[in-house]
């Protein structure tokens, strides 16, 4: 069984947060809320995301799991105004999720779980860490894209720096430790990651003021997060780009 209702701009970020690695995805529901893994096609990218049972206006589960179109959930969401809440419930009987905003009621076919990847996390624990914030990171981001596509982040015990080089520019963004709420690196670290991806994961995210990226020589990239206002978290894993000499 699950029942539940929820403001909509709490289930637009989790549909964004997720849908920037996959198209359909699996939800395990459980009586504290809905858990999430999902890995891109290429395998480039991982999500783990767990959204509390307080997160919702409303919320009855018990343990089942829900395969999601990422993209019919996008068609109900452009049904909404900031503000409205949506009712949801699951009709097993049926395979169908039934939706409710307003006066318009949607009858959605799920997807078979079984169907979808389960990917199995690693345990990654690059050695430093940095807090970064968004309005900052974007910046650098954005100064990025027109550059290269990739980007290579690096920590140092005095600073977090983003840089890009193209055939005949270059972009680095340096945030000194005293701009950082957190820096801990023993000895410098750098790692190359794809833009794209790291770029949509960075703008999915709009309930986190600042993020927490833990980075070392080509480590996967995590980057761990709030959503729903801190009623939930997530965190993405990004593998490495190996830099040729």
Request: net charge negative; hydrophobic share 40%; charged share 30%.
């Amino acid at each position: 069984m699950f029942k539940a209702r929820i403001k909509m701009e709490v289930l637009r970020e989790l549909v964004e947060v997720i849908s920037t690695l996959v198209s359909e995805v699996k939800l395990t529901i459980s009586k504290d809320g809905i858990d999430v893994k999902a890995v891109d096609p290429s395998h480039v990218a991982m999500l783990v995301l767990k959204l509390n049972k307080n997160a919702f206006e409303e919320f009855t589960g018990e343990p089942t799991e829900i395969g999601i179109d990422l993209e019919k959930m996008k068609e109900v969401l452009r049904l909404c105004k900031p503000g409205d809440i949506i009712d949801l419930q699951y009709d097993g009987g049926k395979n169908r999720l039934v939706l409710h905003v307003g006066k318009v009621t949607r009858h959605m076919a799920v997807v078979d779980p079984a169907g979808i990847t389960d990917p199995k996390v690693p345990n990654v624990s690059p050695p430093g860490i940095a807090v970064v914030r968004m309005e900052e990171l974007r910046q650098g981001i954005r100064g990025s894209e027109s550059i290269s596509d990739h980007v290579t982040i690096s920590l140092e015990p005095d600073s977090f720096t983003m840089h890009s080089e193209g055939e005949t520019d270059r972009v680095d963004m340096k945030l000194p430790k005293e701009g950082l709420k957190r820096l801990e690196v023993k000895e410098a670290v750098r790692s190359m990651y794809p833009l794209d991806f790291f770029s949509n994961m960075v703008k999915s995210i709009t309930s986190s003021e600042e993020i927490t990226l833990h980075v070392g020589n080509e480590y996967p990239l995590k980057i761990e997060f709030v959503i729903a206002g801190g009623k939930g978290e997530g965190r993405f894993l990004l593998a490495p780009r190996v830099e040729e000499d």
